[in-house]
Nanobody
């Protein structure tokens, strides 16, 4: 069993930065792939970024490539999403998700994930 708790969201201005954290309980987090997704009002949940269990592989949506960085600290059972140069279109609820996997691949579909956090709101004003 893995429980995920996101934090670090907030209200910022365009061009600002935020760092989201996804803290996990459960011994299997260190052998889990983790993804970040976001959902804006009236839109479907979309992939943002993913990292494999060891941190050796990462993946990003085209819309955030070059601005967001995903990383993990398995000793702290935490995955981070550093978000720079935030834009109003980044406004959404951000969710982290986990799936037990020792694969080197990353997972981009929400259907691949088994555990989900409750989400944290990110609002970017223009």
């Amino acid at each position: 069993q893995v429980q995920l708790v996101e934090s670090g969201g907030g209200l910022v201005q365009a061009g600002d930065s935020l760092r989201l954290s996804c803290a996990a309980s459960g011994r299997t987090f260190s052998v889990s792939g983790v993804g970040w997704f976001r959902q804006a009002p009236g839109k479907e949940r979309e992939f943002v970024s993913a990292i494999n269990w060891s941190g050796s592989n990462t993946d990003y949506a085209d819309s955030v490539k070059g601005r967001f960085t995903i990383s993990r600290d398995n000793a702290k059972n935490t995955v981070y999403l550093q978000m720079n140069s935030l834009q109003p279109e980044d406004t959404a609820v951000y969710y982290c998700a986990a799936v037990r996997s020792l694969s080197s691949r990353t997972y981009k579909s929400p259907h691949d994930y088994y555990y989900w956090g409750q989400g944290t709101q990110v609002t970017v004003s223009s």
